[in-house]
């Protein structure tokens, strides 16, 4: 009995850090998938790989592959998401993830075709994008409230025009 008294509580935190790190993997995946649809590859499958592991090359290769696009990013449109994540009642952290999904999915659509920006004005600040990984693939897993953020952004410029 002494001893499950110390061995309960340790083997209970190491299963309890293992369900941590498999949700924070799992979670990354509806980025990672959109991310290597665009790079045309993604991470090889390694047999005795650890969760800690996999996790670290999953968030590796996100943050690796929205560096180079991040060039493609309209600023812009990033501004008008947000604006219109907030008028649809979103939270302020729910409204920046959605309006990051949305450039971001527009860039890997649009990708590698979209004009870079080559004089350094209106460059985009990746640092968002790379530290709100999670919070970007928890809004990827809703397309219905990124569509509702597209239509929203693009109202205003659709009108402006006509």
Do not use: C, N
Not at 19 to 44: D, F, T, V
Not at 66 to 89: F, K, M, Q, V, W
Not at 116 to 145: C, K, N, Q, W, Y
């Amino acid at each position: 009995m002494i001893a499950l008294g110390f061995i309960l509580p340790h083997a209970g935190q190491y299963l309890h850090e293992r369900r941590l790190l498999r949700a924070a993997h799992r979670e990354l995946r509806p980025l990672y998938q959109l991310l290597r649809s665009g790079e045309g590859a993604g991470l090889p499958f390694v047999l005795r790989s650890t969760p800690e592991l996999r996790l670290v090359r999953r968030e590796t290769f996100i943050r690796d592959a929205l560096l180079p696009l991040s060039r493609h990013i309209d600023e812009a449109r990033r501004r008008r998401s947000y604006e219109a994540a907030l008028a649809l009642g979103f939270a302020p952290e729910r409204a920046k993830a959605l309006a990051a999904a949305v450039v971001v999915l527009d860039a890997v659509q649009h990708g590698r075709r979209a004009p870079e920006r080559a004089d350094g004005t209106g460059e985009v600040d990746s640092t968002d994008l790379l530290r709100d990984i999670g919070a970007m693939s928890r809004a990827l897993r809703r397309p219905d409230e990124i569509e509702a953020v597209r239509a929203r952004a693009a109202a205003p410029t659709e009108s402006a025009r006509t």
